[in-house]
């Protein structure tokens, strides 16, 4: 049906003569009549521009030059047509592409952050595992240091040269039978032993204190080692992180370009051909072949289905 209404539209006679060609081609525009192939697939508008220049070529021959020029105008028509329909699919074929583009850089940036967030977690998972591990190793050396400690520093307390003299005056107080005395001099050397005793175990506290310091002065460094490495690991974790991530981004700043590039030389194909052209064989030094590409191939492909 359509083709024949092309055909009708397009197919006129000579009769009438010139009035008859202004009312067919005036009536044509003030009735918009190319808003009918505005749902026609671009095949199909293809097939009538083709039956339209053989038309118009057989008016050409036979000289009905009237229906010639009528021909040729609607063919001028469908191909602005054609041209406006092959520019919005490739449109919304490249507007899908760089939608496609954007989801697959989305994914690609959020399994990045998902892969590097898990490597640091497990990062700081085994430096957790050394520090506990070292608190445990520094707590046994402590408690075997003290224990090497007691065994050099012996409880009993030597007597003092007072204590000693003290105690001789004692036993001859016993021999005397001195007791009153005797009990005196006991409560004597006890307040001396007890001094000494005090004395000695303030200074074992005074030696143990030292040596425990010393020991946790040795863990503490142990410990700031340990922190060392980890700020290391830290340090060496974000600068591979942020090297990594800004080649992910200039990969894809790389490809947005291309796709943009691609997407411009699409475009000009069809609606500056001659430029087009001309700058393909500026850049090849030859006469280059009609560019076919992502876009393009997906309309073709796209308009050979519904075929």
Not at 8 to 18: A, I, L, M
Not at 59 to 83: G, H, M, N, W, Y
Not at 190 to 217: H, P, T
Not at 251 to 268: A, D
């Amino acid at each position: 049906a359509n083709t024949n209404n092309v055909m009708n539209k397009s197919y006129t006679s000579n009769k009438g003569g010139k009035n008859l060609v202004n009312n067919t081609f005036y009536s044509n525009k003030n009735n918009n009549s190319m808003h009918e192939y505005n749902d026609m697939d671009v095949n199909r508008i293809r097939e009538f521009i083709s039956i339209l220049e053989e038309h118009q070529m057989k008016c050409e021959k036979s000289k009905k030059f009237v229906d010639a020029e009528i021909a040729k105008q609607k063919v001028t028509q469908l191909k602005q047509v054609e041209k406006e329909k092959i520019l919005s699919d490739m449109k919304f074929q490249q507007e899908e592409e760089m939608n496609t583009f954007e989801i697959e850089k989305n994914n690609a940036f959020m399994e990045f952050n998902n892969e590097w967030d898990r490597n640091y977690s497990e990062l700081m998972d085994k430096f957790v595992e050394f520090e506990e591990r070292l608190k445990g190793q520094q707590q046994e050396d402590l408690n075997s240091r003290i224990v090497e400690f007691d065994k050099k520093f012996h409880p009993l307390v030597k007597p003092t040269s007072e204590i000693l003299n003290l105690t001789k005056i004692l036993n001859g107080l016993i021999r005397q039978k001195e007791y009153i005395k005797a009990h005196q001099i006991q409560n004597e050397i006890d307040k001396l032993s007890d001094f000494d005793s005090s004395n000695y175990a303030m200074d074992r506290e005074r030696r143990l204190a030292k040596e425990v310091e010393k020991i946790r002065q040795k863990h503490f460094q142990e410990y700031q080692v340990l922190v060392a490495k980890k700020e290391l690991a830290e340090a060496e974790y974000a600068k591979n992180r942020q090297l990594e991530f800004d080649k992910l981004v200039q990969g894809f700043k790389n490809r947005h370009k291309e796709i943009q590039m691609h997407h411009s030389y699409e475009l000009m194909q069809i609606t500056n051909p001659k430029k087009y052209l001309a700058r393909n064989l500026n850049r090849t030094g030859s006469a280059p072949r009609l560019h076919s590409n992502t876009s393009m191939e997906k309309v073709n492909n796209e308009k050979m289905n519904n075929n």
